[in-house]
C-alpha cells in the first residue's frame, strides 16, 4: 500500500476542491467535506461517499437541516493506487463525483461523463 500522511491526503482533498470552477463552488450549498480514514466495514473499496439531500430535490421544506457530508476515504484510495500521480487524479475524480452528487447527477451520468 502506498504511504502518505494525512495532512497530506487532505491536502490533495484541498487541491482538488479548489479545482472545481468558482461557478459552481458560489452556488454548493449547505455542505461540508471530510477525509475518514475508512469507510463502513460493508464497503471496503469505497473511496467517497455523499450523504445528504441533492441541490436538485430541495424544496421550502429544506431550512434548518444539518449540511450534506461528502467523504472521502483515504486508506481505500491510498490501496487503489500505485503512485502518488495515480493517488492525486484519483482524489480529484472522486472529489468531482461527490460534489456532482450534491448537484442532483446520477452515478450512471458521471460514469458516461468519465467521472466514475
Do not use: Q
Not at 12 to 21: C, G, N
Not at 95 to 102: K, R
Amino acid at each position: 500500500m502506498l504511504e502518505m500522511t494525512r495532512d497530506a491526503f487532505e491536502e490533495l482533498v484541498s487541491e482538488a476542491l479548489d479545482k472545481i470552477p468558482p461557478e459552481l463552488t458560489r452556488v454548493m450549498d449547505n455542505v461540508a467535506v471530510f477525509v475518514e480514514d475508512e469507510p463502513a466495514a460493508g464497503d471496503p473499496e469505497l473511496l467517497g461517499l455523499y450523504e445528504g439531500t441533492p441541490l436538485t430535490e430541495r424544496g421550502e421544506w429544506y431550512a434548518g437541516v444539518l449540511p450534506d457530508r461528502i467523504t472521502i476515504y483515504m486508506g481505500p484510495t491510498l490501496r487503489f493506487c500505485e503512485t502518488k500521480e495515480e493517488v492525486v487524479h484519483e482524489v480529484a475524480v472522486t472529489v468531482v463525483h461527490e460534489v456532482a452528487h450534491h448537484f442532483g447527477i446520477e452515478d450512471a451520468r458521471l460514469h458516461e461523463l468519465g467521472w466514475g
